[in-house]
């Protein structure tokens, strides 16, 4: 059946001597199939068990191609009651994905919306999830094209907000057009079109409960999953794109409200002024330029640090005053103009190298003083720019915003 989509016509019928509902289920099956009245044997099946006889010709009909087939109130004492408190049941989650694909026209996907709608999800849930389902990753730092020459500007809280909402925002945004864009006359097959190895399809795949249905499964029934999990795997990228679409409708209002969040979190107003790690100093920033006092504070900080701790030069004093000495000296006698000579050089040798120090410091805290300035008013510049960016940022989030609320309105096409 599952195999080329028919069943052949028996004219032997099935034994009904053990009061199950399945041989007179598959006389009705097979009724149906052939064009047939089948309330005779569908009487005597659902006198047994009414749920299982219709979730079995429900399931059977989506299978072998014919789900359009089945009467109108099959489908709603098949699927039974969902419920936020009780696992899915997989032969709900089997009439769900058949109902998502197609196999039973527009009034079996509009008949699972109308079921999920009533449970009203979006009242009980929490919309982090939501949105990680739908947008996985963990939130890094948005560096927009104006802050790019100083990224640590980028990791300010209060300017990092907008960025990484509008970046969200527009990522919210490609998903649901993803979701959203999938082709309606392009449907899964419920069939897996040679007949085997069904025993390896999932579990809620309608041919394996099927399956299981009728004791034809040598597996037990795996755990079943609750509403919401099944609601945000569907959500998930790479998941069966019709499953999608129903769960994205499922999470209308949630991701309504969070994209609306996001777009008035891209018009936040940049504070009057902020602090900025530069050099290893704490650099206030305001829109009129670096604000002084920190500015002054850090080219105390860099002339304390940059001038070396050297001694008092005593050695080279006291060779200076031992060349005088023997230089006096040398007035009596020739022989001490060689000794004063040389300790006259080695006091100017330490005495010069000392100034050479003083100068190296000197440059050193002249550049660095330079550099910080040059960096401040850099960074100013950028946070002006980083302006000028936000008004165009918060009219691209609010159109992102308002496609998005465009795309969940249209919803899953039933047809």
């Not at 195999?3 to 289920?25: C, K, M, R, T, Y």
């Not at 003083?358 to 660095?368: K, M, N, P, T, V």
């Not at 000028?388 to 899953?412: F, S």
Request: with cysteine; charged share 20%; proline share 7%.
């Amino acid at each position: 059946m599952a195999a080329n989509g028919s069943v052949p016509p028996s004219e032997a019928g099935f034994p009904d001597e053990s009061g199950e509902w399945l041989p007179p289920a598959l006389e009705a099956l097979l009724a149906i199939l052939g064009g047939n009245d089948p309330l005779e044997p569908l009487s005597r099946a659902a006198s047994r068990d009414q749920q299982t006889t219709a979730l079995f010709l429900c399931l059977a009909l989506a299978v072998a191609g014919h789900g359009t087939r089945i009467h109108a109130s099959w489908l709603g004492t098949a699927f039974g009651e969902l419920s936020l408190d009780r696992p899915v049941t997989h032969g709900q989650r089997a009439l769900w994905l058949a109902a998502a694909r197609g196999a039973y026209g527009p009034a079996g996907k509009i008949f699972v919306l109308r079921k999920l709608d009533a449970l009203a999800v979006h009242q009980q849930a929490d919309p982090a999830q939501w949105l990680q389902a739908l947008v996985p990753g963990e939130a890094t730092v948005v560096v927009p094209a104006s802050l790019v020459d100083f990224p640590e500007l980028a990791e300010i809280p209060d300017l990092a907000r907008p960025a990484q909402a509008g970046t969200k925002l527009a990522r919210i945004l490609a998903r649901c057009i993803e979701i959203t864009s999938v082709r309606e006359d392009v449907t899964t097959p419920l069939t897996n079109g040679t007949g085997s190895p069904a025993s390896v399809w999932a579990e809620d795949e309608p041919l394996s409960v099927l399956r299981n249905l009728v004791g034809l499964s040598d597996r037990e029934e795996g755990p079943r999953g609750s509403l919401i999990s099944h609601l945000l795997d569907d959500l998930r990228p790479g998941a069966d794109p019709q499953l999608a679409a129903i769960s994205l409708h499922v999470a209308a209002p949630i991701l309504k409200r969070v994209t609306d969040e996001l777009a008035a979190d891209t018009q936040l107003v940049a504070p009057d002024s902020v602090v900025v790690p530069m050099l290893g100093h704490q650099i206030r920033l305001r829109p009129e330029g670096p604000d002084q006092d920190s500015m002054h504070a850090a080219e105390r900080e860099i002339t304390e640090d940059g001038v070396s701790r050297q001694r008092p030069p005593w050695g080279a004093w006291a060779l200076v005053v031992a060349a005088v000495a023997f230089f006096a000296g040398a007035l009596a006698t020739g022989l001490l103009v060689l000794p004063g000579l040389l300790c006259a050089a080695a006091g100017g040798w330490l005495l010069w190298r000392r100034h050479q120090a003083a100068e190296s410091d000197s440059r050193y805290i002249a550049s660095q003083v330079g550099e910080l300035k040059e960096l401040a008013d850099g960074a100013v510049w950028a946070l002006h720019a980083y302006a000028r960016e936000a008004d165009d940022r918060a009219r691209q989030a609010a159109d992102d915003a308002a496609e998005v609320t465009r795309l969940l309105r249209r919803g899953p096409r039933a047809a």
